[in-house]
């Protein structure tokens, strides 16, 4: 189950949210294994973020937490689509759109556990 949550320091309208929505739901089929149907997505429009002290221009902190991708497969094209998309939807310069990955390497649903095997992970 992968999970995106985006961080922006500008209000959202419905209508980019929408568009967001839609464009990260096709962007995750770059990670291999990964689709929408088990996408899940978070937005925090009007989020304080400072990029080297100044909060006056858009900017977008996007968290990407994937399950068992060891090799971080399709990320660097998820990178690009992402940072594609949030400059179309919301005019945010590339510069000022940052990704984290995380790696996830046990997760739980409805009481059942799923682990990739890792050790730690058990």
Do not use: C
């Amino acid at each position: 189950m992968p999970f995106i949550i985006s961080r922006v320091n500008i209000r959202l309208s419905d209508e980019q949210e929408t568009a967001l929505k839609a464009g990260l739901g096709q962007a995750i089929s770059l990670v291999p294994g990964k689709s929408e149907a088990s996408l899940m997505l978070g937005f925090e429009d009007a989020y304080r973020l400072y990029l080297s002290g100044d909060n006056s221009q858009p900017m977008a902190y996007i968290t990407v937490a994937v399950f068992s991708n060891h090799g971080h497969h399709g990320y660097e094209q998820l990178s690009e689509a992402i940072s594609h998309l949030f400059h179309r939807v919301l005019d945010i310069d590339p510069l000022r759109i940052f990704i984290n990955y995380e790696d996830i390497p046990a997760w739980s649903v409805a009481g059942r556990t799923f682990s990739d095997g890792r050790a730690g992970a058990e």
